[in-house]
């Protein structure tokens, strides 16, 4: 299998094991699912659906955020316990990606029963000296990271203005140097606080990820993943922190990156407002219909929501079922791959050749829609075969 990888800006040959171990940024769970949460969970779903298709088991961490300043504001601005909001956000989101049919991880740890780990890697880090107490706050120092930042191949003056972006003051004058970044941070008047060695306080949102990549993964992973604004700060960060805590590296093999769902032209956020809900649209499109408008879009481009493209979506997600809805024989039956004709061998072989070519799922899609315009059984039983790996279930609603 090929895979885009952000370190190396190339198509690396990945070399899978028989585990792949692979870890994708979770929510911070204030806000119900828009669609480019969907985008991209969806897309990895696909990799580990064409990772077991080709025989591979796969592990696979996602976290949750559960403790943050957005989910503190948010909390504060609606009047509901922070803990309570995260837990019925959460279960929201698990839902909505349950309906759209993406599989569950295997590890899904939330930051807040993770502290004792983040704790002692923060510790590790300081009797490093790789970090730094200053207060009730400690610091990673960035300068004690061999090539910290190589990840996102950014100039410094605009490392420092996405720390400021993202709630990372680079102007802070306790840090030794601007790029420094916190590790654990003293709570506010009335916000939750977990005990440390530098005092009552919470993570920074780095450390959480790496203390729980580490900790249900092992050091060093083969694919770890997430939207392409998290390259920096935040993954740049988790490699910093992890390959010095474990004294391994790399941290991971490959790094995915996901594009951005837009409207009109502009991020789909939270603080813009401007967003399209999962549960909306499940309210009005199957979930196949939704999961192949969006595997018609390439993981790694930025694309807007059209309605219209998702109207079609939903008239060729109802073709593909009503064609497997015509197979013959039993649910189970297998076919002899050898036996197959030779139009469904092609079909089969430009879907999975589509799929292992950095998850192509525009062609694999094509390839898809292909082979339902073949007749016989064994054409439908192997589109039942390939929409699987795509995550359609193809049965009526
Ligand atoms: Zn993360």
Known sequence: MRLYNTMSRTKDEFEAGPVVALYVCGVTPYDTTHLGHAFSYAAFDVLIRTLRYLGHEVRYTQNVTDIDDDILKRSKSIGVPWDELGRE??????????????????????????????????????????AYQVGSQVYFAAATAPNFGMLARLPREEMLKRF???????NNPEKRDKLDFLLWKGSGEGEPSWDSPWGAGRPGWHIECSTMAVRYLGPRIDIHGGGDDLIFPHHSCEIAQSEQATGQAPFSRIWM??????????????????????????????PDAIRLYLL???????????????????????????RVEKIGADDDVTVDSDQLPQGVKVARR???????????????TRAMMELATIDGDEAGIILRQLAGVMGLRLRRS
């Open 89 to 130: 956000q959460t279960e929201l989101f698990q839902r909505d990606m349950s309906d759209l049919n993406v599989l569950p991880p295997t590890h899904y740890p939330r930051a807040t029963e993770e502290i004792p780990g983040m704790v002692g890697m923060i510790q590790q880090l300081v009797e490093q000296g790789n």
């Open 164 to 170: 400021e972006d993202t709630g990372d003051s680079p």
């Open 257 to 286: 990156h996901n594009g951005v769902a837009r409207l009109d032209g502009v991020k789909m956020s939270k603080s813009l407002g401007n967003l399209v809900m999962v549960r909306e649209l499940l309210g009005r499109f199957s």
């Open 296 to 322: 018609r879009h390439h993981y790694r481009d930025s694309f807007d929501y059209d309605e219209k493209e998702l109207v079609r979506a939903a008239n060729d997600a109802a073709l593909l079922q009503r």
């Open 350 to 364: 430009l879907c999975i050749a589509a799929l292992v070519d950095d998850l192509n799922t525009p062609d694999a």
